[in-house]
């Protein structure tokens, strides 16, 4: 299984970032795909997952202004972040689930200046 995630960068508050992950090595269309981040000194944090049949939920933290998507296609999922806030500071990661095991991506980090 490889997770690849690519997007992140330095924004100014109430701009936007669109996050990538690229993955392989399993069967992407079954598998609920996962955003999390960790800021610096906090534990990592669920931000919103999409499920192998399109359905989202995300943390209330980024309700109304983060959107998860997927394309099967390409075997990639997505985190368009709008608004964003300097508490949306932190490194992504994107996660699955496969075999009974957790793998992550590298993570990429968001940095949003106030």
């Known amino acids: 299984v490889q997770l690849q995630a690519s997007g992140g960068g330095l924004v100014q508050s109430g701009g936007s970032l669109r996050l990538s992950c690229a993955a392989a090595g399993f069967n992407f269309r079954l598998n609920t795909l996962g955003w999390y981040r960790q800021a610096p000194g906090k534990q990592r944090e669920s931000v919103a997952n999409i499920t192998s049949n399109h359905s989202t939920n995300y943390a209330d933290s980024v309700k109304g202004r983060f959107t998860i998507s997927r394309d099967n296609v390409k075997r990639t999922v997505y985190l368009q972040m709008n608004s964003l806030k300097p508490e949306d500071t932190a490194v992504y990661y994107c996660?699955?689930?496969?075999?009974?095991?957790?793998?992550w991506g590298q993570g990429t980090l968001v940095t949003v200046s106030s």
């Open positions: 996660k699955t689930e496969s075999r009974g095991r957790n793998f």
